[in-house]
């Protein structure tokens, strides 16, 4: 069955342009998570979305990070104003919600801002 | 503070043997814990989740343990394949924070034939 997609597989941008990384989670998963993950790196929480409410937007790194998510679909992380540090892979995962902890990933989103 | 630690070096055996890979955490009182592997340039895939009240969990050649005494979970590979060569992630439910986990850093494995 389909997993979990993200795209664009890769962006490279200009500091300073805005980016917009898209995720498609599994059918029928209610929660899902965007994560950060610089070279080397272990996993940066950044949000959590169950439906389409945040309750919990804690590991946005600044105010130049939003996401939204439509339904129990599709999440957009937008990345305003990029700067080199933003470089990074940004992974999606999703999961059944409702005491099913189990995350399926996607295969992330590599962003280089030069 | 709460603390998720893996072993950031590298662990390298040889092919047959058994990988351990150990998982500490201070300030938590998880109900369960996993364990992932992560492959270069992939996301990290799910393998095996036990709970608070269970010591050990076996899946084909890999086993975990629990122990919320310690504090600490052990992640073992038996009869290494150099297939098996990749990062492995431990993760904890973060405390009242419903479907959320938290990751420890990772560490690589590399099965040397």
């Known amino acids: 069955g389909a997993g979990v997609s993200q795209s664009p597989s890769n962006k490279v941008t200009e500091k300073g342009k805005d980016v917009e990384l898209r995720c498609d989670p599994i059918?029928?998963?209610?929660?899902l998570y965007w994560y950060r993950q610089r070279l080397g790196q272990g996993l940066e929480f950044l949000i959590y979305?169950?439906?389409?409410?945040?309750?919990?937007k804690s590991g946005l790194p600044s105010d130049r990070f939003s996401a939204e998510r439509t339904g129990e679909s599709v999440s957009t992380l937008t990345i305003q104003r990029t700067q080199q540090e933003d470089s990074a892979v940004y992974l999606c995962?999703?999961?059944?919600?409702?005491?099913?902890?189990?995350?399926?990933f996607g295969p992330g989103t590599r962003l280089l801002v030069l | 503070s709460q603390k998720i630690e893996q072993n950031s070096e590298a662990l390298n055996i040889q092919e047959g043997k058994t990988a351990t890979l150990t998982c500490n955490y201070t300030?938590?009182?998880?109900?369960?814990l996993q364990w992932y592997r992560q492959d270069p340039g992939r996301g990290p895939v799910f393998l095996l989740l036990?709970?608070?009240?269970?010591k050990e969990k076996r899946k084909e050649r890999l086993k975990v343990t629990f122990d919320t005494t310690l504090k600490q979970s052990l992640f073992h590979i038996t009869a290494s394949q150099p297939a098996d060569s990749a990062t492995y992630l431990c993760?904890?439910?973060?405390?009242?924070?419903?479907?959320?986990?938290?990751f420890g850093g990772g560490t690589r494995l590399m099965v040397k034939p």
């Open positions: 059918s029928g998963h209610t929660a």
């Open positions: 993760a904890l439910d973060a405390q009242n924070a419903g479907n959320m986990l938290t």
């Open positions: 300030n938590y009182s998880p109900a369960y």
């Open positions: 995962a999703s999961s059944l919600g409702q005491g099913q902890f189990t995350q399926y």
């Open positions: 979305f169950q439906g389409n409410s945040a309750p919990d």
């Open positions: 036990i709970r608070e009240n269970e």
